[in-house]
């Protein structure tokens, strides 16, 4: 069964910091990709970053975010990270791991989602 936990969430003044983790099983780390999206409330769900588990390569869209985030994965750990920089109150939002056996930077198809997790940017 696959499975991601998400983990890392909080409260964070602006300006601050926050790296985001997600714990995978279930699955073969190599064979998936596995990104990170966010749906703030009342928004559609979007991505934040994705990341090859076969090459470690990775993918940003355009979104608010780019630029202030990295994501990275550990592989014997089965382990992918977001780090988040100069976070802003616009980034408040309910931030979910997600993976898919296909190659597709698309993560609004991917198969397997976690829970996710809440990120409040607040002072």
């Known amino acids: 069964e696959v499975q991601l936990v998400e983990s890392g969430g909080g409260l964070v003044q602006p300006g601050g910091s926050l790296t985001l983790s997600c714990a995978a099983s279930?699955?073969?780390?190599?064979?998936?990709?596995i990104g990170w999206a966010r749906q703030a409330p009342g928004e559609e769900r979007e991505g934040v970053g994705c990341?090859?588990?076969?090459?470690?390569?990775?993918?940003y869209p355009e979104s608010s975010l780019k630029g202030r985030v990295t994501i990275s994965s550990d592989n014997a750990k089965k382990m992918v990270y977001l780090q988040m920089n100069d976070l802003k109150p616009g980034d408040t939002a309910v931030y979910y791991c997600?993976?898919?056996?296909?190659?597709?930077?698309?993560?609004?198809?991917?198969?397997?989602w976690g829970q996710g997790i809440q990120v409040t940017v607040s002072s």
């Open positions: 997600a993976a898919d056996p296909s190659l597709s930077w698309y993560i609004a198809d991917y198969d397997y």
């Open positions: 279930g699955f073969a780390f190599p064979g998936y990709t």
């Open positions: 990341i090859s588990g076969k090459d470690g390569s990775t993918y």
